[in-house]
């Protein structure tokens, strides 16, 4: 049983998944300072609409903007649990399952847009939706004990 203010395992796996999506952040910032040094790109060509970058650098835009999507499901479920005090060896596992196939989803989805890649990238994805779920499910039965 966790005591109040402690970081549970869930609270780690959410920081974890902030922490993933900055470095998803910083890479792209970083793909763009490099276009930028090397004169290839101009900082005002980054703006919305304006083609810039190959087929990986979307990728990784897409892989972020997938954590942006995501990270207020998994947020919300964590931050309710540890509000009601709900603590268990199952919903530990099951956040640090979460946070290591949302992490394979993102790396799957900026290493290749294939056809396999997809269904790869699907699967982890199902797996964060049981996650989820299962995870609620853990919240909702600590608030009926």
Not at 94 to 122: K, M, P
Not at 135 to 145: D, F, K, Y
Request: hydrophobic fraction near 50%; include cysteine.
């Amino acid at each position: 049983m966790s005591t109040p203010g402690s970081m549970t395992i869930p609270f780690w796996s959410l920081f974890g998944f902030i922490a993933w999506t900055l470095l998803l952040l910083l890479t792209i910032g970083g793909a763009r300072v490099v276009q930028v040094l090397q004169g290839h790109k101009r900082p005002s060509e980054f703006l919305s609409g304006v083609p810039h970058g190959g087929d990986r650098y979307w990728r990784l835009n897409r892989a972020h903007l997938n954590c942006l999507e995501n990270l207020p499901l998994f947020a919300s479920v964590v931050l309710t649990g540890g509000i009601i005090g709900a603590d268990s060896p199952t919903l530990d596992h099951l956040a640090v399952v979460y946070l290591v196939a949302r992490v394979c989803q993102s790396l799957t989805h900026i290493a290749s847009g294939s056809d396999t890649a997809v269904n790869v990238r699907f699967g982890f994805f199902g797996v964060q939706l049981v996650c989820l779920v299962w995870m609620m499910l853990q919240v909702v039965q600590t608030q009926g004990a």
